[in-house]
Nanobody, 114 residues
Framework: QVQLVESGGGFVQAGGSLRLSCAAS????????MGWYRQAPGKQRDLVAI???????KYADSVKGRFSVSRDNAKNTVYLQMNSLNGGEKGVYYC????????WGQGDQVTVSS
């Protein structure tokens, strides 16, 4: 099993920035894909950004150029730098790790105010 713990969420004004972190622990040798999904109230959970162990990334179109996903393989930690935030980025951000059936964190709330 893999446990994922997110941190770094909170309140931010429109145009501001936040940096999310997710640390993986538990029984595993290595993780290929890690990343972030967002779920707004009443909506489905959608991909924000993912990154492979080798550094390949994929972003939702809405965040390209503003968000950056990175990882530290030695620490089994993935990050999401979020810049120029707007109301569309409000929601609960869930860390994801690839594995048998996939693994999810508990979620971290991000609130954008204007």
């Amino acid at each position: 099993q893999v446990q994922l713990v997110e941190s770094g969420g909170g309140f931010v004004q429109a145009g501001g920035s936040l940096r999310l972190s997710c640390a993986a622990s538990g029984s595993f040798f290595s993780i290929n894909i890690m990343g972030w999904y967002r779920q707004a109230p009443g909506k489905q959970r959608d991909l924000v950004a993912i990154i492979g162990r080798g550094g390949n990334t994929k972003y939702a179109d809405s965040v390209k150029g503003r968000f950056s996903v990175s990882r530290d393989n030695a620490k089994n930690t993935v990050y999401l730098q979020m810049n120029s935030l707007n109301g569309g980025e409000k929601g609960v951000y869930y860390c994801y790790a690839e594995g048998p059936g996939g693994f999810w964190g508990q979620g971290d709330q991000v609130t954008v105010s204007s």
